[in-house]
């Protein structure tokens, strides 16, 4: 999977198998000032990163193993998808 410059890292999904496999390019964002998301009716998350991948991949599922690595194949975070949104000119993830 080729990166970007806009995109420089690979999101990551489980397969029914346990195995993890390319998902799609990303760029993951750290949650430096600590802001806090509602996940669901009076629950609130309180985020480490933000994902953004390009418009048009696959709906997350919440709860859904999901990891970042970089084009070195380091993981920098290994999670579970918190919300998933498709914008008009990107994709989001709050993991």
């Known amino acids: 999977m080729v990166t970007s410059f806009q995109y420089p890292h690979i999101l990551q999904t489980k ?3 346990g195995q993890w496999e390319d998902f799609s390019i990303c ?3 750290p949650n430096d000032k600590g802001a806090i998301i509602q996940v669901g009716e ?3 998350y ?4 933000i994902v953004f ?3 048009g991949v696959e709906d997350l599922l ?3 193993d999901v990891r970042v690595i970089d084009i070195n194949r ?3 975070l290994e999670t579970e998808v918190r919300r998933f949104s498709q914008d ?8």
Not at 46 to 49: I, K, L, N, V, Y
Not at 88 to 95: G, M, P
Request: net charge positive; glycine share 6%; proline share 0%.
């Open 88 to 95: 008009n000119l990107h994709c989001r993830l709050w993991v």
């Open 27 to 29: 760029r993951d964002q």
């Open 74 to 76: 380091k993981i920098r």
């Open 46 to 49: 309180q985020f480490r990163s």
């Open 15 to 17: 397969n029914n198998q």
């Open 42 to 44: 009076g629950t609130f």
């Open 53 to 55: 991948m390009a418009i």
């Open 62 to 64: 919440n709860g859904q």
